[in-house]
């Protein structure tokens, strides 16, 4: 601990194990002044304040485990053809659907029309137009 003699004013290195017995005196070894032992600590001089230890970084925050990147913008060229072949299909589908239709309806058609023929043909189907009430 740096001791100044308060009547040279000369500076002295003072072991800390010293500093810890208050009843002895100083001696100054210029001036040959006997003062007591100064109070520990005092705030100067700087050099005998220990350093700082340095504020921990502050470190940035881990991102959660769960966190999902932002999806990008999904590209658009892939979007519209994708878009262009389901339009094509639907289309394809409702196409196959209504063929299906007429078909039936053609069908039933010409089987009513031609109930007779098919009854002789095949006499189960007078049930099934008399269940319709064609018969
Ligand atoms: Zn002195």
Aim: charge should be negative.
């Amino acid at each position: 601990m740096q001791i100044e003699c308060p009547s040279c004013r000369a500076g002295f290195e003072v072991p800390k194990r010293m500093l810890r017995d208050r009843t002895r005196p100083l001696r100054c070894s210029q001036c040959q002044t006997v003062f007591p032992m100064p109070d520990p600590p005092a705030p100067e001089p700087m050099t005998w304040q220990e350093p700082e230890p340095p504020p921990p970084p502050a470190a940035a925050p881990p991102p959660p485990a769960w966190a999902v990147e932002e999806p990008g913008p999904e590209p658009l060229v892939a979007q519209e053809s994708s878009e262009a072949a389901n339009d094509a299909s639907s289309r394809g589908l409702r196409a196959a659907w209504a063929a299906s239709i007429v078909l039936l309806i053609v069908g039933g058609l010409a089987a009513i029309i031609k109930r007779e023929a098919l009854v002789e043909a095949w006499p189960p189907a007078t049930r099934l137009f008399s269940a319709l009430g064609l018969m």
